[in-house]
């Protein structure tokens, strides 16, 4: 069983349409992460869940909007894309926070 | 958070222990320090962390030194597999406001 899965891998779209990218861990984890990934491959935190709640935020346009149903899940909607949105988008997970469980990824292509 | 600087790139011999070093000078008391990979294309992945004590576990060994002032991991024995972009990260604990901050990291390339 995949412990942090994310959907979709891939994702193409048109610029300003509206998108989400869904993330579950079955790992029974508090805190839930978002990451993004730009072309020169700096990975930069977006958001952080813990239980539910919104902990670190950072400075993200507010077109970006993380939604957590339950502990397990942490979704990513963004509105009005851009073509600067394009990235690789990293959910994770961990309990102490010292070892972070990080999914596959979802590669975002705006055009 | 406290900066961290890795050489960009390394080699290393496949079956050779790769060594790869992190100087994080102004690390605070609090601050751990974390080692994490990223194999191309593929979800960063948890490699070891550490306070004070060196610590191994299955995967490396990590030797932090007497001030803290920068740390070593150790890849015992490389493989082709272990080619990945190795980023060494120092934060406080989650419940003390911690959160990973990814740096440049170091390029490890094994070589056969």
């Known amino acids: 069983d995949t412990a942090v899965s994310q959907t979709p891998k891939y994702l193409v779209t048109q610029m300003g349409n509206d998108k989400s990218i869904k993330c579950e861990q079955n790992l029974g984890h508090d805190t839930m992460y978002w990451y993004k990934q730009d072309s020169k491959k700096f990975l930069k935190i977006m958001f952080s869940y813990n239980n539910k709640e919104l902990i670190i935020n950072e400075t993200v346009p507010n077109r970006f909007s993380p939604k957590s149903p339950d502990k397990a899940h942490l979704n990513l909607h963004i509105n009005s894309l851009e073509l600067g949105d394009s990235a690789v988008y990293f959910c994770a997970s961990s309990q102490t926070g010292w070892e972070a469980f990080f999914g596959q990824g979802t590669r975002l292509t705006v055009v | 958070d406290a900066k961290t600087t890795q050489p960009t790139s390394m080699d290393c011999a496949e079956g050779r222990a790769a060594n790869l070093p992190c100087n994080h000078s102004t690390i605070s008391g609090n601050e751990y320090v974390y080692w994490y990979r990223q194999i191309h294309s593929q979800g960063p992945q948890y490699i070891i962390h550490?306070?004070?004590n060196n610590e191994t576990n299955e995967m490396a060994s990590l030797i932090i030194t007497e001030d803290r002032k920068s740390s070593t991991l150790i890849l015992p024995h490389a493989t082709l597999r272990d080619t990945a972009v190795y980023y060494c990260i120092v934060s406080p604990s989650y419940n003390q406001g911690g959160k990973l901050i990814f740096g440049q990291g170091t390029e490890l390339s094994v070589k056969p």
């Open positions: 550490g306070l004070k």
